[in-house]
């Protein structure tokens, strides 16, 4: 545990949803093509909108959220992968 790094959210006033996929495509990102080993740590007080929710449990239930990356993204993933 003392090994992985600890990724949280920094809510402001105008943290979106689009803001919070960024993250999460940050964060998978480095985790896979990167091998990095990563914490993600959300309170309740940070879920500012519902979707935000219906991302994180796409992810805790299939290990995707949909539609997080778009084609060209999808292409420098597998390129990477190979």
Same mark, same amino acid.
């Given at each position: @545990?003392?090994?992985?790094?600890?990724?949280?959210?920094?809510?402001?006033?105008?943290?979106?949803? &689009?803001?919070? &996929?960024?993250?999460?495509?940050? *964060? @998978? @990102? &480095?985790?896979?093509?990167? +091998? /990095?080993?990563?914490?993600?740590? *959300?309170?309740?007080?940070?879920?500012?909108? =519902?979707?935000?929710?219906? +991302?994180? +449990? +796409?992810?805790?239930?299939?290990? /995707?959220?949909?539609?997080?990356?778009?084609?060209?993204?999808? =292409?420098?993933? =597998?390129?990477? *992968?190979?």
């Amino acid at each position: @545990m003392l090994e992985l790094k600890y990724e949280t959210l920094k809510i402001q006033k105008d943290f979106k949803v &689009r803001d919070f &996929r960024d993250v999460l495509k940050g *964060m @998978m @990102m &480095r985790a896979g093509s990167d +091998n /990095e080993k990563i914490t993600f740590l *959300m309170t309740d007080t940070q879920i500012t909108d =519902d979707e935000f929710l219906e +991302n994180i +449990n +796409n992810f805790l239930n299939t290990g /995707e959220v949909t539609n997080l990356y778009a084609k060209e993204d999808q =292409d420098a993933i =597998d390129e990477a *992968m190979y």
